[in-house]
Nanobody, 116 residues
């Protein structure tokens, strides 16, 4: 069983920055592909960024060059640095851990609100 706990969300003005963290427990963290997803009201959950076991990254087009995903396997934590935030980035952000043999796990999410 894998537990994921997100933190770091909050209210920020347009153009501001936030860093989200997702701490994992109960697993060999390094064996999972990690991802950040978001879901805005009335919209489907969408992939924001993901990072593989070897550190390869993938980003949704609208966050390219603004967001950076990283992982610290020793701390069992994945991060999402979000810069130049826009109102359209407002959503609940979820952390996901995925391993083809061991399953997929989600955190409960953290709210990010970008507003003046």
């Amino acid at each position: 069983q894998v537990q994921l706990v997100e933190s770091g969300g909050g209210l920020v003005q347009p153009g501001g920055s936030l860093r989200l963290s997702c701490a994992a427990s109960g697993t060999d963290f390094s064996m999972y592909r990690m991802g950040w997803y978001r879901q805005a009201p009335g919209k489907q959950r969408e992939l924001v960024a993901s990072i593989g076991r070897g550190g390869s990254t993938n980003y949704e087009d609208s966050v390219m060059d603004r967001f950076t995903i990283s992982r610290d396997n020793a701390k069992k934590t994945v991060y999402l640095q979000m810069n130049s935030l826009k109102p359209e980035d407002t959503a609940v952000y979820y952390c996901k851990a995925d391993n083809s043999m061991w399953g997929t796990y989600w955190g409960r999410g953290t709210q990010v609100t970008v507003s003046s």
